[in-house]
């Protein structure tokens, strides 16, 4: 019997209903229809981009196990999407991905010096053949510069981060430290930064990796008594991109090698490029000798977007997903969606969700619901260095003076206000928080609390330094 598209879906979905639950499969399966089968390749048709990215993330596996069980191993899936939601057009369209055109990542060859022959030299990510070694870039080809928006916020990052993508390890951006709060771009924009190299110089070696796996990948080659073998591997690299790199804080033996591997790079021309949730002069328990590299180059912050980069960053999501919506609603969430990109996201993604699979038309109450439930949702987090951060700026100090010895009277003050926020708003206890806040004990802590409350009683000028503060921080 000569297969169709019909009837190999309808043997794949048979396949994926016997191993998710129902409710899964009724909302992410019984939409789809079977298009087109040719060769070893099935067309199915999705209603949205969102429906195609979250099959994607979430069931890419089965439907590659069932299609395989179909058409052998060398089976193809595909999507079409027709856009439904375009509102002042009654005419739907069709578009086929992949949307970024933008082929996956090739893994790298790297030819390690024949001394390296001991078969126990492995790649942290693959283990290789004995002298070819295979290196997965680890990008996400989806971080591009097209999608991420430049703005008043981002400016400066940006456009150092574009100057390092055209001239790897050439300019004085050596290494790139890209500093910022939570959500506003940073992984975004060092992954751009590294499949720009990949696109510009394919024969680089680019490698991103997080802190944390690095951390663990060294923890491992201690233990199997190849640490040499770990520093030589990243030696081989020519971009090295270390995301959270705050991560390596009070690890000394991490520290230490990411010291020596550093130093190889930056001698030898190699491109480093790194992201934090703080500036070096914020950074607890990293070496002095760590920190002061990290000032060699430029350190670029990320700042929250402001509301005409908000109206663009949602303009770019709709035009990504073939959706359109009025004006008014854009809007109405960059007006109240002010935190950081990944909330502006999560909202405006929510919302076209509600809209798609309620068959619900976009509407301003329908926003202001969305919106509303979602910025109730999200719990803002406060840390002692970010509150440290904002009372040192409103008093215009810096970090190191406000945790200083000194007992002038402005830094006491506004040490004594870190100490009393830092136990408002966050879960430390008093020795945590007088450890962070100058190396104080949890007495100190607990003496600048009581100190704070009597002086909002009887100062109004201390009183008013109070709610600006705490303005600053609720935001």
Known sequence: MNKTAQSVWDNCLSFIKDNIQDQAYKTWFEPIKSVELTDNALYIQVPSKFFYEWLEEHYVKLLKVALTKELGKNAKLLYKIKMENTYGNKQPFTEQLPSANRSPMKPQNVDAPLKNLDPELKNPFVIPGIRNLKIESQLN????????????????????????ANKPGGTSFNPLLIFGGVGLGKTHLAHAIGVEIKDKYPEKTVLYISAEIFTQQYIDSVKKNNRNDFIHFY???????????????????????????????????KQVILTSDKAPVDMQDIEQRLLSRFKWGLSAELHQPDYETRISILKNILYRDGVEMPEEIIEYVARNIKSNVRELEGAIISLIAQSSFNKKEVTIELAKSVVEKFV??????????YIQKIVSDYFQLDVETLQSKTRKRHVVQARQLAMFF???????SLANIGSQIGDRDHATVLHACKTVDNLVATDKQFKKFVEDIHKKLTL
Do not use: C, P, W
């Open 141 to 164: 080809a989806n971080y591009s510069f097209d999608n991420f928006l430049e703005g008043d916020s981002n400016r400066l990052a940006r456009s150092a981060g574009m100057a390092v």
């Open 422 to 428: 830092a136990k408002k708003f966050t879960k430390s």
């Open 235 to 269: 030696q081989l690299i020519d971009v090295l991109i270390i995301d959270d790199v705050q991560f390596l804080s009070g690890k000394s033996g991490t520290q230490d090698v990411f010291f020596h591997i550093f130093n190889y790079l930056h001698q030898n021309g």
């Open 376 to 385: 109730k949702n999200v719990k803002r987090e406060i840390s002692i260095d």
